[in-house]
């Protein structure tokens, strides 16, 4: 069993930068791929990016390639999500995911955590 828990969400400028972290409170995910997605007010969830266990392999969703980059500490059991250059569209709430493949279906992630809000102003 898995338990993550992100932080870091906050109300931020267009243009800023803003790093979401998430850690596993219980278990390690150090076995896992680490993904993270997104829902905002009214729509869908969606991928974000996700990252293989050993850092080797990172995907990205075409919205946020160039300015989102994806990284992860298993010593200190954390993902994260270093954003740059946010926009008022990436308003959501941002949930990390821990999963065995590398894969922007949600279905395939087998833990989550209770997602951060970020909110970008215009």
């Known amino acids: 069993q898995v338990q993550l828990v992100e932080s870091g969400g906050a109300l931020v400028q267009a243009g800023d930068s803003l790093r979401v972290s998430c850690v596993a409170s219980?278990?390690?995910?150090?076995?896992?791929?680490v993904g993270w997605f997104r829902q905002a007010p009214g729509k869908e969830r969606e991928f974000v990016a996700a990252?293989?266990?050993?850092?080797?392999?990172?995907i990205y969703a075409d919205s946020v390639k160039g300015r989102f980059t994806i990284s992860r500490d298993n010593a200190e059991n954390t993902g994260y999500l270093q954003m740059n250059s946010l926009k008022p569209e990436d308003t959501a709430v941002y949930y990390c995911a821990a999963g065995w493949i590398i894969t922007a279906n949600q279905e395939a992630y087998i833990y989550w955590g209770q997602g951060t809000q970020v909110t970008v102003s215009s």
């Open positions: 219980e278990g390690t995910i150090d076995r896992y791929t």
């Open positions: 990252i293989t266990r050993s850092e080797g392999t990172t």
